[in-house]
């Protein structure tokens, strides 16, 4: 992990590895300080509050939540007391997709020679990225703590005259999703809206919502972007994400009429230049995406994880390439 400075009061922590979980956190640091996301799990939360802590006078007593996913809210715990910010639906959300027991299992299983020659014969896929996140993380002694300050469209915090908008954007990745904008200091925190050097995931959402989004932070002419994933960028990172997505929609348009299934497509896909970006087989969840809104499925349809990750370990063998998640 990296501290970087984006601007006079904004910083950010971000984790160069880039895979799955691999989430960066925030800081404006301003009135006391405002976290936004705070890590997947216990060790990189308090890595991040240590690198944070250099800049910071004291801990803040304000955190934001981007969204409901794990990468971003496992370590609001370490925020004692502190006000925590996010979209009603957050709340909600967390306790049915953030909690970390399933997580846990799967580790501790991966960490087991039984069980892991089991899994590994059951779901390779599951197995293969519960390899990869044991690496580098520990779930042991999470306990979700959800966020206090519920907002619905818009949130407007004022930090000693610097000003911090909370603008609901989703469902595009997520239910929750929320972007930062700190005008004053021309900075974007976007969460999961923005992948940047690997392969956007969405879980919740649609297309349509997605491309509004990217469009929204084209307009606010930020010089500086914090995506959820990967290093910080300018205008160019919504743009190009947005180019990925088109091209992934009108592929799978094609591959969805010959009815051919998502995964067979995803396996077929010239990954074209986006095969430099990180875990490009995470495709298959674009796939899938847009094959659902082409049979007009809800955009809050579940996803099976056993099945979406050995979808992409099937897609990364089909290509060649290593599997990553
Ligand atoms: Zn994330």
Redesign the pocket.
């Known amino acids: 992990m990296e501290m970087k400075q984006v601007s006079n009061n904004c910083y950010a922590v971000l984790n160069e590895k880039n895979l ?2 691999d ?1 960066n956190s925030g800081l404006i640091n301003r009135a006391g300080g405002v976290v936004i996301d705070t890590q997947s799990d216990l060790g990189h939360g308090r890595q991040m509050i240590e690198m944070f802590s250099k800049v910071w006078p004291a801990m803040p007593q304000r955190v934001i939540n981007t ?1 409901e ?1 794990v ?2 809210v496992a370590g609001n715990q370490l925020f004692e007391g502190a006000e925590i910010i996010a979209h009603r639906s957050v709340a909600e959300r967390m306790m049915k997709v953030a909690d970390p027991k399933d997580t846990q299992k799967l580790l501790h299983g991966v960490g087991h020679f039984i069980t892991r020659v089991v899994l590994k014969t059951l779901h390779p896929g599951l197995e293969a990225a519960g390899e990869q996140l044991l690496e580098d993380y520990n779930f042991d002694g999470i306990e979700l703590v959800l966020p206090t300050t519920l907002f619905d469209e818009r949130y407007e915090l004022d930090l000693d005259g610097t000003e911090a908008h909370l603008i609901y954007v989703g469902p595009c990745h997520q239910v929750g999703d929320t972007i930062i904008h700190v005008p004053k200091e021309r900075v974007v925190f976007a ?2 809206v923005l992948f940047r050097q690997c392969t956007p ?1 969405g879980w919740t959402g649609s297309y349509e919502k997605w491309f509004q989004c990217l469009d929204l932070l084209i307009q606010l002419d930020p010089e500086v972007i914090v995506p ?2 990967g290093p910080v960028c300018g205008v160019e990172g919504p743009k190009e994400m947005k180019a990925y997505l088109q091209y992934v929609r009108d592929e799978s348009r094609k591959s969805f009429e010959a009815g051919v299934s998502s995964l067979e497509a995803a396996k077929q896909f010239e990954f074209g230049p986006y095969g430099e970006w990180l875990a490009p087989a995470r495709l298959y969840m674009n796939v899938e995406r847009a094959y659902r809104e082409f049979r007009n499925e809800p955009p809050d349809a579940p996803w099976e994880q056993e099945a979406t990750f050995d979808a992409i370990y099937q897609v990364a063998k089909a290509k060649g390439i290593p599997v990553e998640f």
Request: charged share 25%; net charge negative.
């Open positions: 799955i979980c989430a969204h996913d990468d971003h969460g999961d995931m959820g994933h």
